[in-house]
C-alpha cells in the first residue's frame, strides 16, 4: 500500500496562536506520528476528534480519508476526501489521497485526472506513483515509460512492480521497453531475471 502523509499541509502559523490553535496543532502532530506508526486505528480515532471540533479542517480530512482507505472502507474514504478537494482544490494532500482511493476502485481515468491536477499544484512523490500505475493500468504502456524516463527520481518501479495488482504487468512493462529500446542494458537484465523467476 502506498502511504501519502501530509507532509507539508499544514498551514504556517504566526507566533501569536491562541489556546486553540495550539491545540489543533498538537492533535495534528499527534496524526503524523500515528501516520508514521502507520497506526490507521489510532489515526482514524484522533482525526475523528479533529473534525468533531475542526469540520473542515483539510489535514483532519486528509488524514481521515487515508484511514478510511487503509481499512478497505473505500466509499466512506471517497466522501471526506471529495468534500475536502471541494473545499480545497488546491490541496495537492487531498486530491492525492483522492485519486488513491479512485485508483483502488478500479476507476483509473479519474484517479489520473487528480494526479494531473495534483502535479500541477506540487511534485508529490505519491501523486508521481500513482498516475504511473494509472497508465500502466490503461494499458498506456509507452506513455508510463515517457513518464518514468522525465520523472524517474520521484518512482520506485522495483517496490511499484512488487504489488499484488502491478506484479501482472511488468513483464510487459519491459518487453515494450525493449521493442523501443533493444540495447536497454537495465531492461535486458530485468527480463532475464524475471523469466529466470516466473512462478517461483
Known sequence: MSLQGCGNAVPSRSMTMTGDDMSLEEKI??????YAKEDYEGLLAKSEEILEEFPDNPNAMGYKGFALYAFGRDSEALEILKKGV???????YLKSNLAL??????????SLKLCDEGLEIKDFDALFTTKFKCLVKLGRIDEAIDFDEAYGEHLALPVIF???????HEIDYYNRILERNPDDCDAIEKMEFLKNNVGK
Open 101 to 110: 482511493v479512485y485508483y483502488a476502485m478500479g476507476e483509473y481515468e479519474t
Open 86 to 92: 471541494g473545499l480545497y482544490p488546491d490541496n495537492h
Open 162 to 168: 512488487l504489488e499484488e495488482d502491478m506484479k501482472p
Open 29 to 34: 502532530k499527534e496524526c503524523d506520528e500515528l
